[in-house]
């Protein structure tokens, strides 16, 4: 039986493309025997909103820019530009136009991912409907009317279980790629850490941009979700 994308109404094909939402309910915290340890239990559920390979990509793509629009406008407040634009750092004029300037671009991630998100930019990769789109399933609305919460457990146990989902085909170029993603970003998180205790703030803001970036591009790239 053909199932429906929720997110487009097209064909969901292979269950990988699914989108995993987990669910927690009844957490308990109580004491071991013998070992003063604090157990905590709780039941877990997860839903499968079915969901095309066209809107796989396009949510990568949403997640991408989200991420993105954050690390840009860390990026700049690390590279002291938002101080000089607010006065706390002595400037020249020309000094605040060019931090304006720089405001500017920090926040054009920000605008593509509301476009993105509101589904505005005529692209065919995009998926139609955002991510967030999925909690008005049928069987999300029916799990949060039963007192269900989000998540597939308390903090810090919010990751889904790897047998909750189905995973992509094993390919050992996608492996090695989000491995080489990975090394990347470490690197540049090193830099960024050397270049701010040397004084280079402008530079160390772009190194922070480029280390978020690669992070979650190496999480996307190994995972396929």
């Excluded at 009844?26 to 039941?43: E, F, M, N, Q, S």
């Excluded at 703030?201 to 941009?209: I, V």
Aim: glycine share 10%; aromatic share 10%.
């Amino acid at each position: 039986m053909a199932r429906e994308c929720w997110f487009c109404g097209s064909e969901a094909t292979h269950p990988w493309h699914d989108r995993v939402i987990g669910f927690h309910q009844g957490v308990d915290h109580a004491l071991t025997p013998w070992i003063v340890v604090i157990r905590t239990t709780w039941r877990r559920e997860t839903v499968l909103v079915p969901r095309c390979a066209r809107c796989h990509g396009g949510h990568g793509i949403e997640q991408a820019l989200m991420a993105l629009s954050v690390a840009a406008v860390i990026a700049y407040a690390a590279s002291g530009h938002l101080d000089k634009l607010l006065g706390i750092l002595p400037s020249t004029p020309g000094g605040k136009v060019l931090a304006a300037i720089w405001a500017v671009v920090a926040c054009l991630p920000t605008l593509v991912w509301i476009a993105v998100r509101q589904a505005w930019l005529p692209w065919e990769r995009l998926a139609p409907r955002c991510l967030r789109y999925a909690r008005h399933h049928p069987e999300v609305l029916q799990l949060r009317e039963e007192g269900w919460r989000f998540r597939p457990g308390p903090f810090p146990y919010w990751q889904n279980p790897k047998d909750a989902y189905a995973h992509p085909p094993s390919n050992r170029h996608r492996r090695l790629a989000g491995a080489i993603t990975a090394l990347l970003g470490f690197a540049s998180f090193v830099m960024t850490i050397v270049l701010y205790l040397r004084g280079g703030s402008e530079l160390a803001g772009g190194f922070l941009l480029a280390a978020g970036g690669l992070f979650f591009l190496s999480s996307k790239i190994d995972r396929g979700t």
